[in-house]
């Protein structure tokens, strides 16, 4: 597949640049939730929300807002309160998957346990909800909340489908939609609501995102696979050891021998310590990982081609540049 855009693009390189003053606003103001909260928990919330991140919502949001006339503030507090909820899923994701690191620093439930840290999660839930009704438009309010809910339920059937061996593509792709691209989604289709755009502009940014963040969650699946630590900033590995089936693991699954599929259902039962190099001297490894990320850079191009809507300018070719940035990650996780 060719590249969405040249590599030699300034927006495939640095698909953010065009925002980057703006996301560090939006940066500073998530960063000051903490402030809002009451003395007792204000350090445990500072320690969430001063982790930092890619903000990658949060650009988007300002990215198609640019396009579509400029964002204005409403953008940037759309930016915020997704982040929160995106924080809030993070904070729970960890609990489940027993993560001690992230973004290279310690979790939150390293640092205090997994009761609090439910609980920290459920304040910057609710809070983000609050922080939604501030907008007019009481629609916004309920996709945000719909979008909300259908995170934790992805998660709930992510954690309900460990290590069963019947997981369907089909199923495994509804699910990262809920619980990962929803909020790419939203901030495509209610940044082009904000700008007043059309009912075809908002459905095809609300297609872009979850294109989009549907390829980033098959590349998220791949680099727990062959990532290193030390470069990626979080705990890797947790896939494989908490019986999660990404879809590198369901195309092995897929094409193993009925032997193979037996011995492979033993491990993950089994709780062995399972690799990369355990997999790979089951079935073919190599073949199931370039499988996934041939479909996450298929889907990065779809999502490039839903931007045929916007006018031409810089921030449709930042938008173009975040797939075209993706599809190089995808790509990385092949290249050797």
């Not at 500072?46 to 982790?51: D, I, K, S």
């Not at 507090?77 to 995106?86: K, N, P, S």
């Not at 996450?296 to 045929?308: S, T």
């Amino acid at each position: 597949m060719t590249p969405v855009l040249s590599p030699s693009s300034q927006s495939a390189l640095f698909p953010f640049a065009l925002v980057e003053e703006r996301l560090e606003a939006v940066d500073r103001e998530i960063r000051g939730q903490a402030d809002i909260f009451e003395p007792e928990v204000k350090g445990y919330l500072a320690h969430v929300c001063g982790a930092g991140g890619k903000r990658i919502r949060p650009a988007l949001v300002l990215l198609a807002g640019d396009a579509l006339g400029g964002a204005k503030a409403e953008h940037e507090r759309l930016g915020v309160i997704l982040e929160l909820v995106h924080m809030a899923s993070l904070v729970h994701d960890d609990i489940i998957d027993g993560a001690e690191t992230r973004r290279s620093t310690p979790t939150a439930n390293k640092k205090w346990g997994n009761a609090l840290s439910v609980l920290l999660g459920d304040a910057l839930f609710a809070h983000a909800m609050t922080e939604a009704t501030q907008f007019d438009d009481i629609e916004i309010c309920r996709v945000i909340g719909r979008a909300s809910r259908d995170v934790c339920v992805g998660e709930i059937m992510q954690t309900q489908r460990r290590y069963d061996f019947n997981l369907s593509i089909k199923d495994y792709f509804r699910m990262i939609e809920m619980k990962t691209a929803v909020l790419f989604a939203v901030a495509g289709s209610l940044a082009a609501r904000l700008s007043g755009a059309d009912a075809e502009t908002c459905e095809a940014l609300h297609d872009y995102g979850i294109k989009l963040g549907t390829a980033y969650q098959i590349y998220d699946d791949c680099i727990d696979l062959v990532g290193k630590e030390s470069a990626i900033g979080k705990t890797l590995g947790t896939d494989l050891k908490k019986g999660k089936l990404t879809l590198p693991v369901l195309n092995l699954i897929r094409s193993a021998t009925p032997a193979q599929r037996a011995k492979l259902n033993r491990l993950f039962l089994g709780g062995a310590d399972i690799n990369q190099d355990v997999l790979a001297g089951i079935a073919d490894y190599s073949g199931a990982l370039q499988e996934a990320v041939a479909t996450g850079r298929e889907l990065a191009a779809g999502a490039a081609k839903r931007l045929e809507v916007l006018p031409e300018g810089d921030a449709r070719d930042a938008l173009l540049g975040v797939a075209a940035y993706l599809d190089g990650l995808l790509e990385g996780c092949v290249r050797g």
